[in-house]
């Protein structure tokens, strides 16, 4: 049908040149021809899947329809799964089926797992970007790189490592709130959270001290800017039917794409030869993710070539950096919107820690142990709270391998999308009740204690063979940066009346930032 689009807007083209005898008039009129072909397309195919039915999903319209609510895209995902829990948009090849119920994305996450892969309509959109890393291949490759990471999060030297990370980043950070908070100035708490996690990123996952908090390093910022406008513009994909046009032309958002992948891949490459000439001194410590990474293609050159590992660190930094520093300015906000909770979070924190004021950050932050954080049951439903509300990943796509029949009875075709919605799944009263909207981490704990929900139900970290394998690092950082900074400060939205909205892209990323201000709860010294 993608060849209707373009033969349709041919032979308008040809007919308004030859009725105008102009054709400079008709060739630009080319985008407006290319236009009401597809629309065309379009509606013949929505009659002809709406007089077809056949037991398949109910059709919430076309998928222009993605197009027309982009900006605020998760939200109108919600409003459809209100009325039905399983539906579909229609496109030219295929449907793009979007579900929010519990058996049917344990159907496809964990039973019939390999018939549900990232597949081939992914992978092309995301491969500029994230190449053969996890999140955009299947097969052979997932399978590798599944085992080297699992490998990795289980082994001990890497948690007591990334806590010693974490802990020292968590004080540098105070540090930072610190100024701000006695200058009286307002600051953009997100940036500062996505600067923080950064650094620990790279301490963790590659051995490099990036000190990006300090904002004194340019290369490493324009780095940062280019990764996340890349996110925006390669999740834009899934609503322009004219990239591949675009990027072929090199125009447009594929042009600026193109430049900012190039900052991306000279900074990435730059690191990936350092770390290689580092690996060769025999002193060298191979603590952090790529050193092992690294030791393991040593085995296999042909394989672990720098390209695959370029897509490996990529595809680690959206996982590791904008998850959770994504989660905890969700977390800031709703704590300034309930600050009632903030308070019953600063009461925990300082019983587990056994700390009371004055006490100064140096003498804190050693508290924050791994027995420590396991006694902060509020604390985590808090978040966990936050991320069933605001989870990282809004929305996650799949493909179907061959024709199937989910448990509630809608068929599914070959080549169909089908995708499960975490931020729409957040916000249905069938599953968390007439309160489901409600900011309320009481919901997570029986008698003081956390309990869990099925990963099938709540789908922040995905479940089945793909399940996030970060999952407790994420909590044990979130934590860490949490506690430390309610602890020492109390926050405030510089606008109260202002609500917070996101951008859309493949994590959850809060729009035009969170300016809040922040005050000392006591005075305290950093020595």
């Known amino acids: 049908m993608a060849n209707i689009v373009v033969v349709l807007a041919v032979v308008l083209l040809l007919v308004g040149s030859l009725a105008t005898r102009s054709y400079l008039i008709a060739l630009i009129g080319l985008p407006l021809y290319l236009l009401i072909g597809f629309l065309v397309s379009s509606l013949i195919i929505y009659v002809r899947e709406l007089i077809s039915g056949g037991g398949r999903p109910p059709i919430a319209g076309p998928i222009v329809n993605l197009l027309i609510y982009f900006n605020s895209l998760f939200d109108y995902q919600s409003t459809l799964a209100r009325k039905w829990p399983t539906f579909r948009l229609i496109r030219d090849s295929h449907s793009e089926i979007f579900t929010a119920d519990p058996i049917n994305i344990e159907y496809i996450l964990k039973t019939n797992f390999p018939n549900y892969g990232k597949g081939q309509y992914n992978f092309d959109i995301m491969k500029d970007l994230f190449g053969d890393g996890i ?14 990471a699992s490998y990795e999060f289980s082994a001990k030297v890497l948690r007591d490592f990334s806590s010693a990370v974490f802990r020292s980043n968590a004080s540098k950070l105070a540090l930072r709130v610190s100024i701000e908070a006695v200058a009286g100035r307002e600051m953009d708490l997100q940036d500062l959270l996505m600067k923080s996690t950064m650094d620990s990123m790279f301490k963790v996952g590659f051995g490099i001290d990036l000190d990006t908090l300090s904002g004194s390093d340019d290369i490493s910022n324009q780095f940062i800017k280019a990764f996340d406008d890349s996110n925006v513009i390669v999740y834009w994909r899934y609503v322009d039917v004219f990239w591949k046009i675009k990027r072929f032309l090199n125009i447009s958002q594929e042009r600026a794409l193109r430049n900012n992948i190039k900052i991306i891949d000279d900074f990435v490459y730059k690191l990936i030869h350092h770390k290689r000439k580092q690996m060769n001194k025999t002193e060298c410590t191979k603590e952090d993710i790529l050193s092992r990474f690294l030791e393991e293609g040593e085995k296999d050159r042909e394989k672990m070539t720098d390209k695959y590992l370029r897509d490996i660190i990529l595809n680690f930094l959206i996982a590791g950096k904008d998850s959770s520093a994504n989660t905890l300015a969700w977390f800031f906000y709703m704590l300034c919107k309930h600050p ?12 587990a820690t056994e700390v009371a004021a004055p006490f100064s950050i140096v003498e804190f932050v050693p508290k924050l142990t791994d027995a420590t954080l396991d006694r902060m049951h509020y604390l985590h439903a808090a978040l966990t709270e936050t991320l069933r509300l605001y989870p990282a990943v809004p929305v996650d796509g799949k493909c179907s391998n061959e024709d ?13 999308g089908i995708s499960y919605m975490p931020y729409a799944m957040g916000r249905m009263t069938y599953l968390w009740g007439e309160d489901a909207v409600e900011f309320r981490p009481e919901r997570w704990l029986e008698n003081g204690i956390f309990q869990a929900e099925s990963p099938f139900k709540f789908t922040a970290f995905q479940a089945g063979p793909r399940i996030c394998l970060g999952k407790e690092f994420a909590y044990r950082q979130m934590k860490i940066l949490a506690s430390t900074l309610v602890f020492f400060f109390r926050f405030q939205l510089v606008d109260e009346t202002k609500e917070a909205t996101y951008r859309t892209m493949f994590t959850l990323h809060m729009d035009k930032g969170l300016p809040v201000f922040a005050s000392q709860r006591y005075h305290f010294d950093f020595d």
């Open 135 to 148: 999140f955009a291949v299947d097969g052979d490759k997932w399978r590798h790189q599944r085992k080297l």
């Open 340 to 351: 009632q909770v903030q308070e019953k979070v600063v009461q925990e924190v300082a019983l």
């Open 404 to 416: 199937d029949i989910l448990p509630d009875g809608h068929k599914v075709k070959k080549g169909d």
